[in-house]
């Protein structure tokens, strides 16, 4: 099933729930949107599912606005957060209760309820309440019941917060290959980037509201439109210096007044059609602590992450972020020089924070 | 524990054990004496009494009809009706409509039973009976040809709003999140109410049944106020107003003490024993079962 929104807004009273929101979500696809807390995520998943109506635009299915459709006769399966399991019934009941609202006999009900829990792996738990299940149980009790019904689409909202970091990791890899082997259409909400980036086809950043950018994960990354999305996607964030790109005796020089980066054409050509200043931006893993580096810094603060250091250093005005071998035992203080992979440095207008390669 | 032990022994154990020997005496205005050791004990004398009383069949079965029908069409059934419908439309139209069921509760006894005397009054005074005449209908004497309609109808509208609150905030807490599931999996509005939301209100359901089942059995003002058991021979008497005219205000000027205590105790066992009925109907155990909870 292929999701189209257009222009989809939803207020409640004086707030602002979504607005102007339009993007197209393909058959099979696994979109992410991802979003700071409050940003409407909720609000436009519960609009797809049927339970809010939007204030204004129009929501389709291939071709069927839906807008006026109630829920049931959507054929949507949704995770909540809160896993949203009927406290009631067993996790039988849970399982069957989207068949039996479709009328589906009963000894069918039962086969597909053992079918789809034994592919959750709560096969063993058909007789137990929600209250008596762990946390990661109740996540795939939620998950069944999305399934059970064969749904045309599927809505994710923050399914996995809830659960400890492996269970975490696990259950992602889980859910993506459940998706891509039902090739169902799916929707999922985060506001964790790293779910969101290893799970999705396509990212939808939401911001305020707004769309900020629709994108493959690689493209968000790699290639980023805006100032606001490359500061957005990565962490530790990528760094941003004030520059002036010059074409200096046939090469491009990126300058300011603590050091001048040479820039390959490529990348150099385009930053250079700009007249003054412009924002450099360079993610820290893409900045080396080397001995023939061109930058010259003090290192000031030092945070230990394990396989690397993230280190802060202060080159000219500016504090870089740089990720550094713990092995160099770099400490506050040191002096250090930096060499810069210019082969992946982004460009971006100060004024329209649109970047200057990609557009 | 403690204070609700000591609660319930000074307001409801000791009470109850006095009336149980008043209930055991001959206690009464015709032979009334300051002096207590003169008060003579005649054991289950008067229960014996009670047993052979001619009316008291028929008032036991007054109070039956009065409760069963006063609790399950207005204390439950009405009160459960208005929670649902005030859940589901907007949250100011939904207060602005249980606000309104409150007023009787909140309005003085006599005032409100005025009130109703007021709309079932004879023609041509009764409110109803002038609309009876407005539509070309006959004119009825209610409170003569209708007591028991009416005398439900004015408790019923009363007992609604207990039963109500204590609904509607059940359902209002229950999580958004779960009410919306079951829209996405499949359920229309009623299937919703009918399988997930009256579920989940079991344990509600249990105490305002019980509850409202005894304080019913118990209350008897309005009845007094309305029909003072008439019209007739006991045709509304309750179990609990037979009690007050017996011990309190016995038509030939002598209050019974001891024998109206004996109604009274009656009324306490089939208070006591009802409550464990309910308790094993509800299955109360298993509302608070043990969780099996282990790790993934
Ligand atoms: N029922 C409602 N009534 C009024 N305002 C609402 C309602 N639901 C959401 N909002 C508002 O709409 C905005 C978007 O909310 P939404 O729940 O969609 O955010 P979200 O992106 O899901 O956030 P989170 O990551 O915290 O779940 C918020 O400002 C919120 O306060
Ligand atoms: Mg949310």
């Avoid at chain 1, 222009?7 to 979003?35: C, H, P, Q």
């Avoid at chain 1, 019904?149 to 809505?155: M, Q």
């Avoid at chain 2, 109070?63 to 399950?72: P, R």
Wanted: glycine share 8%; with cysteine; proline share 5%.
């Amino acid at each position: 099933m292929e999701v189209t929104l257009e222009n989809l807004t939803k207020k409640f009273g004086n707030v602002v729930g979504v607005e102007n929101l339009s993007l197209d979500i393909r058959e099979s696809e696994f979109v992410a949107f991802l979003g700071p807390s409050g940003c409407g995520k909720t609000t436009t998943l519960l609009m797809i599912a049927g339970i809010y109506k939007p204030t204004a635009g129009a929501i389709r299915f291939d071709d069927r606005v839906v807008n006026q459709v109630p829920p049931q006769d959507r054929n949507v399966g949704m995770v909540f957060q809160s896993y949203a399991l009927y406290p009631h019934m067993t996790v039988f009941d849970n399982l069957a209760y989207p068949l039996k609202l479709k009328k589906v006999p009963k000894r069918e009900q039962v086969e597909r309820v053992q079918r789809t829990a034994d592919a959750m792996g709560i096969g063993q738990l058909l007789d137990r309440r929600p209250g008596q299940l762990s946390g990661g149980q109740q996540q795939r009790v939620a998950l069944g019941r999305a399934l059970v019904k064969e749904p045309d689409i599927l809505l994710f909202d923050e399914p996995l917060s809830n659960l400890d970091a492996r269970l975490r990791l696990s259950t992602r890899g889980e859910i993506k290959q459940l998706q891509k082997r039902l090739g169902i259409t799916a929707i999922y909400v985060t506001h964790d980037q790293v779910e969101a980036m290893t799970m999705a086809d396509r990212i939808a950043v939401i911001n305020l509201g707004h769309l900020q950018a629709y994108d493959t994960p690689e493209d968000l990354y790699d290639r980023p439109k805006t100032l606001f999305i490359a500061g957005f996607v990565g962490n530790p964030p990528m760094n941003f210096l004030n520059v002036e790109v010059r074409r200096e005796e046939g090469a491009f020089k990126a300058r300011n007044h603590a050091f001048a980066l040479t820039i390959p054409p490529e990348r150099g050509e385009k930053a250079a059609s700009q007249s003054g200043e412009v924002v450099l931006g360079i993610r820290p893993e893409d900045i080396s602590v080397a001995p023939e580096g061109e930058l010259e810094g003090e290192v000031a603060v030092v945070e230990p992450l394990g396989r690397d250091d993230l280190i802060d250093v202060r080159v000219g005005e500016s504090v870089l972020f740089v990720l550094a071998d713990p092995h160099l035992r770099i400490r506050a203080g040191d002096k250090v020089r930096l060499h810069v992979d210019t082969g992946r440095v982004q460009f971006f207008d100060q004024k329209t924070e649109q970047s200057l390669l990609w557009s | 524990m403690l204070p609700a032990g000591i609660l319930v022994l000074l307001f409801f154990l000791i009470p109850v054990v006095i009336v149980i020997y008043l209930s055991m005496t001959n206690l009464a205005s015709a032979n009334f004496t300051s002096n207590l050791s003169k008060m003579e004990f005649i054991g289950l004398e008067n229960y014996r009494i009670l047993l052979n009383d001619q009316f008291a069949k028929r008032i036991f079965f007054n109070s039956i009809f009065y409760v069963l029908f006063t609790l399950s069409m207005f204390n439950v059934g009405l009160a459960l009706v208005v929670s649902l419908l005030t859940t589901h439309i907007p949250r100011g139209a939904g207060f602005f409509f249980r606000a309104i069921w409150i007023l009787p509760r909140v309005t003085a006894s006599t005032l409100y039973i005025l009130i109703w005397k007021r709309m079932i009054a004879e023609a041509p005074f009764g409110i109803i009976n002038q609309f009876n005449g407005l539509l070309g209908l006959p004119t009825y004497n209610y409170a003569a040809d209708r007591p028991w309609e009416f005398v439900i109808l004015v408790n019923g509208f009363i007992g609604v709003s207990f039963g109500m609150i204590i609904f509607t905030s059940a359902i209002e807490s229950i999580p958004k999140d779960l009410l919306n599931a079951s829209l996405v999996d499949g359920s229309s509005l009623l299937q919703r109410i009918r399988y997930v939301i009256l579920p989940l209100l079991r344990w509600p359901l249990l105490f305002v049944v019980t509850y409202q089942t005894l304080s019913l059995l118990t209350s008897f003002e309005q009845i007094l106020l309305l029909t003072n058991g008439g019209p007739g021979l006991y045709r509304t008497e309750v179990w609990s107003l037979a009690a007050y005219h017996r011990a309190l205000s016995n038509y030939f000027g002598n209050a019974q003490w001891g024998y109206g205590s004996a109604f009274a105790v009656v009324l306490v066992l089939i208070g006591v024993v009802l409550a464990v009925i309910y308790m094993r109907v509800f299955r109360f155990s298993e509302l608070v079962a043990e969780p099996k909870v282990e790790v993934l």
